[in-house]
Nanobody, 114 residues
């Protein structure tokens, strides 16, 4: 059974950086997209960034210029480099792999606070 395991979250001051990682245990065939979502307290889960199998990347306007998604299909791993973090980036961050089915990670907490 495939499981996604995230790591790299934590507490950081405004303006700081974090790098999230998400690795799949088990084999995922034909990944169409690797994505990151986040959910802040009291808010709906929102899309943050996507890495498509073609290599194209997309990020939400709210994080454009600050967050970068990258990945390694051979290792079934996706990363989210987050720079210039703001308090409003505080959320639980989830990764998702889309193939024939969708796989979700358990989430990792990111807190941006002084």
């Amino acid at each position: 059974q495939v499981q996604l395991v995230e790591s790299g979250g934590g507490l950081v001051q405004p303006g700081g950086s974090l790098r999230l990682s998400c690795a799949a245990s088990g084999i995922v065939f034909r990944i169409n997209a690797m994505q990151w979502y986040r959910q802040a307290p009291g808010k709906q889960r929102e899309w943050v960034a996507s890495l498509i199998s073609s290599g194209s990347t997309y990020v939400a306007d709210s994080v454009k210029g600050r967050f970068t998604i990258s990945g390694d299909n051979a290792r079934n791993t996706v990363y989210l480099q987050m720079n210039s973090l703001k308090p409003e980036d505080t959320a639980v961050y989830y990764c998702k792999f889309s193939s024939r089915v969708d796989y979700w990670g358990q989430g990792t907490q990111v807190t941006v606070s002084s």
